[in-house]
């Protein structure tokens, strides 16, 4: 039974992920932000295991898991819980770029490092939900895009990192995807949201389980996902 750690397993991709992983059999982490949205998490997820740690502050996460029973080994590591604020560099406060920073980059980097040791001793995985703002800027986009791209280089610097421990990394870069962060954008943007125009949560995590699953002399390093015709 392999083990994995999800963040961002109350909605969307994450919640899709989850479900798969447990329609498998597989052993679930769920990442939570406090105590009651773990047993929340426990009540979607019977039999998952749930450990709390805000990713707006990443500073207090080793702090939060020295409280707790960690894995002690950890098949996968996926990185999916992120955050969207909109607005052109002149008027975005600090406070939106912080958090923004914080939940997309700093929270990911430091939850990696914890939890390394676990995936180390079996040569596990650890899976990047970014974004195509990681791999291009828009207008408006500046502080979300930054901190997809930060985590592009964050992906990149650990795969080579870990290669000698036999541990794979890999990035995924979906389109807009219909998913309650993409309701937000279209609030932001001013736009009527039509879930139909978008890539499905479910196509987003056949990507990532295509990775999860490669054999082990091979290592998908980067995924591409658009919306489809």
């Known amino acids: 039974m392999a083990a ?15 479900e798969r992983l447990a329609e498998r059999g597989d052993d679930l ?19 998952a295991n749930t450990l709390v740690g805000d990713l707006k502050d990443p500073a207090k996460l080793s702090w939060a898991f020295g409280h707790q029973a960690l894995p002690i080994e950890l098949d996968s590591l996926l990185h999916v819980a992120g955050v969207v604020e909109l607005g052109q ?4 406060p600090v ?3 912080q958090e923004t920073l914080n939940v997309n980059l700093v929270a990911p980097a430091e939850l990696t490092r914890l939890l390394l040791p676990s995936l ?5 995985h650890v899976v990047f939900v970014n974004s195509g703002a990681g791999l291009r800027a828009s207008a408006d986009w500046s502080a979300y895009a930054a901190s997809k791209h930060g985590l592009k280089a964050l992906a990149d610097s650990l795969r080579l990192e870990e290669h000698g421990h036999g541990v794979r990394v890999t990035s995924v870069y979906p ?8 309701v937000k954008v279209h609030q932001q943007e001013g736009a009527e949201y039509d879930a139909d125009r978008f890539i499905s949560p479910g196509s987003v995590v056949k990507a990532v389980l295509a990775a ?15 919306p489809g015709a």
Not at 34 to 40: F, S, T, V
Not at 175 to 182: D, I, K, L, N, Y
Not at 220 to 226: A, E, H, S
């Open 4 to 18: 994995h750690l999800i963040t961002g397993a109350g909605s969307g991709i994450g919640a899709v992920l989850a």
């Open 29 to 47: 982490w769920l990442l939570a932000r406090d105590a009651r949205r773990a047993a929340e998490l426990r009540e979607r997820f019977p039999g």
């Open 89 to 92: 560099v002149g008027e975005l």
């Open 95 to 97: 406070k939106a770029w």
């Open 120 to 124: 180390r001793l079996v040569k596990g």
């Open 175 to 182: 389109g807009r995807t219909a998913t309650a962060m993409q």
């Open 212 to 226: 999860l699953d490669a054999s082990r002399d091979a290592e998908i390093t980067d995924i591409t996902v658009r």
